[in-house]
C-alpha cells in the first residue's frame, strides 16, 4: 500500500494520511469584489501548486515534531510524492519545490492522553506554474 510522503529539513513528516496536490489562483493588488456590479477584479498573478496535508491521530512526539517542521513562513526545498499517477509521473515519483505556511499547526488533544486529533495543513508554493497555452 502507498504511504504519502513529504520531507523537510531532510526529515520524513510523520502522522501524514493524505497529501492532495492541486492548483492554486492568486491575485494582485485590487483584488475582490467590484461594489457596483459584483464582478471579481484584480489582476491574475497565475497558479501556484498546493499541499493539502492531511493528518491522523499522531502522539504527542509526532505532533510536536510536525509543527516544528512546518510551522514556518517559508519551507525550501520540500518534497511530497504523489498518491496517483498523473500526467506522465508515477505514483510515489518525488517533486522537489519551496513553500510558503500561512498558518499555525493546530489540533486538539485526545482525552486519552499523549495524542492529538486530526488536522489539515496547507503549504501553497512560492513560485508559480508555467502557464499553459
Not at 475582490?32 to 496535508?53: C, P
Not at 502522539?59 to 498518491?83: G, R, T
Amino acid at each position: 500500500m502507498y504511504e504519502p510522503k513529504l520531507i523537510v529539513n531532510n526529515t520524513r513528516v510523520p502522522g501524514i494520511v493524505s497529501i492532495i496536490p492541486g492548483p492554486e489562483p492568486q491575485f494582485g493588488d485590487g483584488a475582490g469584489r467590484n461594489t457596483m456590479d459584483g464582478h471579481f477584479s484584480g489582476t491574475f498573478i497565475g497558479y501556484f501548486t498546493t499541499l493539502e496535508i492531511k493528518f491522523g491521530i499522531v502522539s504527542d512526539s509526532d505532533f510536536n515534531l510536525i509543527k516544528q517542521l512546518l510551522e514556518h513562513p517559508f519551507l525550501d526545498n520540500v518534497q511530497f510524492a504523489l498518491e496517483k499517477d498523473m500526467d506522465g509521473y508515477k505514483q510515489g515519483d518525488l517533486f522537489t519545490e519551496d513553500f510558503y505556511n500561512g498558518q499555525a499547526v493546530k489540533s486538539e488533544p485526545l482525552p486519552c492522553g499523549d495524542a492529538w486529533g486530526g488536522f489539515t495543513v496547507v503549504l501553497t508554493a512560492i513560485d508559480r506554474r508555467p502557464q499553459l497555452s
